[in-house]
C-alpha cells in the first residue's frame, strides 16, 4: 500500500524556468495539500485541492505559481520564472476526507521535493 | 495570521534522558497533532488530540491537549539515538488546513 509519492526529490532549475511538482496521493485519499518548507523553518501551508477543484489557495503566492488535481493523474504544483527565493522543499500530503475530521489522523505527506533554483 | 511558537528551538540530551517541548497559540485548535521529521523526508505523525485535557501515548511517547485549547505537550521518556530529529507541532484551523508550529530539533547524544 503505497503511501503519498512525490517526484522528483530533488529539481535544480536555472532563475527563469519552470518547475512541475507531482504528487499521488495515497490510495483512497481524494484530499490534497502542499506545503513549503523553507531551510531551518515549519511548514506553510499553501494550497487544498480536491479531485478537479482547488478549495483554498490562500497560501500561494499570487504569480507565478498554480496548482491542479486533474479527475486522472498526479496533482500538480506548477512554478513559472522560478527565483531563487523559491527554493524550498514542497511537501505533498493527502486525507481520505477533510482533514479535520475526528479520526482523520490528519494528513500523511509525501517525502517532498527540494527545489533548488541557481 | 495564527502562529505555533514552539519551545524549546533545540536540544541536545544524553541517551536515556526524558524529553519535554510545548507548543503554545493565540488561537484556539479544536485538533492538535505531533508529527516527527527525520532529515531528507517528509513528517511522520506521532499523536493526535481531539479533546481538551486529553492525554495521549504512543510507546514512549506522551501528548496533551492543553485545557485552555491554546497548547499542546509532548514528553519522551528514555530518549534513544534514533529519536533525533525535528519534531511539529500542528493545530487544526477551521475544517482542514492545519497550522505547522515551528519545529523543536532534538539531538541525542549516545
Known amino acids: 500500500n503505497a503511501g503519498v509519492m512525490q517526484n522528483p526529490r530533488h529539481l535544480v532549475r536555472r532563475r527563469g524556468q519552470e518547475a512541475r511538482l507531482r504528487c499521488s496521493p495515497m490510495k483512497g485519499h481524494s484530499h490534497v495539500y502542499w506545503y513549503r518548507q523553507l531551510p531551518e523553518e515549519g511548514l506553510k501551508f499553501m494550497v487544498y485541492l480536491q479531485k478537479e477543484n482547488i478549495i483554498d489557495e490562500s497560501g500561494m503566492p499570487k504569480e507565478r505559481f498554480s496548482a491542479e488535481f486533474p479527475k486522472e493523474g498526479p496533482s500538480i504544483l506548477r512554478i513559472q520564472q522560478v527565483v531563487r527565493g523559491d527554493s524550498a522543499a514542497y511537501f505533498c500530503a493527502s486525507s481520505p476526507s477533510w482533514a479535520g475530521r475526528t479520526g482523520t489522523y490528519g494528513y500523511t505527506f509525501g517525502s517532498g521535493t527540494r527545489l533548488t533554483v541557481v | ?110
Do not use: H
Open chain 2, 1 to 110: 495570521g495564527q502562529q505555533l511558537n514552539q519551545s524549546p528551538q533545540s536540544m541536545f540530551i544524553q541517551e536515556g534522558e526524558d524529553v519535554s517541548m510545548n507548543c503554545t497559540s493565540s488561537s484556539i485548535f479544536n485538533t492538535w497533532l505531533w508529527y516527527k521529521q527525520d532529515p531528507g523526508e517528509g513528517p511522520v505523525l506521532l499523536i493526535a488530540l481531539y479533546k481538551a485535557g486529553e492525554l495521549t501515548s504512543n510507546g514512549r511517547l506522551t501528548a496533551q491537549f492543553g485545557i485552555t485549547r491554546k497548547d499542546s505537550f509532548l514528553n519522551i521518556s528514555a530518549s534513544i539515538p534514533s529519536d533525533v530529529g525535528i519534531y511539529f507541532c500542528a493545530g487544526l484551523s477551521g475544517t482542514y488546513k492545519y497550522i505547522f508550529g515551528t519545529g523543536t530539533r532534538l539531538k541525542v547524544l549516545a
